[in-house]
């Protein structure tokens, strides 16, 4: 079957620091990957993706690896900001048609 | 831009009251619509996928009576929570489905069901 794991929150960091979140998946075939961001009180925006192995998806200084090897789409990000903070969640897609499969969600706090 | 809206953004309910939550597809037409929900610092999970013209599915344990959907037209589908109850709250999220690997996926922008 299809899931996300994700590291578990929450994470404060101080502003510059480097931020890694990580996100494993097990899936059948060749998933999409994602990660998005939600803000307080809104709804989930696209940070980024990969659509095959190898691919690197990057976005606002975050970025994440396709790895089929270790099935692993890390999020990174070398300096963080206190507008950087918000709840990350990792995603899959199976393909086109089919349903999103959600981690769990890694909230983020940067403080000054 | 974006092309998914849900109406209301917020709603707050006594118990025993039905709420309906409207999901608009702006720009094109949407045959299908996942409807997730993501109760408090959880994730979200997919309910039901409602699909224009015929009945709607429902993922285990969610209940079809409860949770009423329709899929009136090619740009609305909505969500129906029945007699709901504190433990409804949540928040409820329209999605439709994209037809080629690397399209963009849209979410709407949700609706948060506060149930008193």
């Known amino acids: 079957g299809n899931s996300v794991t994700q590291m578990e929150g929450p994470v404060t960091l101080s502003e510059e620091a480097f931020l890694t979140i990580n996100c494993t998946y097990t899936?059948?075939?060749?998933?999409?990957l994602f990660w998005y961001v939600q803000y307080p009180g809104e709804g989930l925006q696209l940070l980024l993706k990969a659509t095959k192995a190898d691919d690197k998806g990057s976005n606002k200084g975050f970025e994440a690896t396709y790895r089929k090897e270790t099935t692993s789409f890390h999020l990174e990000k070398g300096s963080v900001q206190v507008s950087d903070s918000a709840v990350y969640f990792c995603?899959?897609?199976?393909?086109?048609?089919?349903?999103?499969?959600f981690g769990t969600g890694t909230s983020l706090t940067v403080i000054p | 831009g974006a092309v998914v809206s849900q109406h209301p953004s917020w709603v707050i309910c006594k118990s025993g009251t039905s709420v309906k939550i409207e999901c608009r597809s702006l720009d094109f037409q949407a045959t299908t619509m996942f409807w997730y929900r993501q109760f408090p610092k959880q994730s979200l999970m997919l309910m039901a996928t409602s699909n224009e013209g015929s009945k709607a599915t429902y993922e285990q344990g969610v209940e079809k009576d409860k949770f009423l959907i329709n899929h009136a037209s090619l740009t609305l589908s909505t969500l129906t929570v029945t007699s709901a109850h504190p433990e409804d709250s949540s928040f409820y999220i329209c999605s439709p489905p994209v037809a080629g690997v690397g399209d963009t996926q849209y979410f709407g922008p949700g609706t948060r069901l506060t149930v008193l």
């Open positions: 899936a059948t075939g060749y998933p999409s």
């Open positions: 995603a899959l897609s199976p393909g086109p048609g089919n349903q999103f499969y």
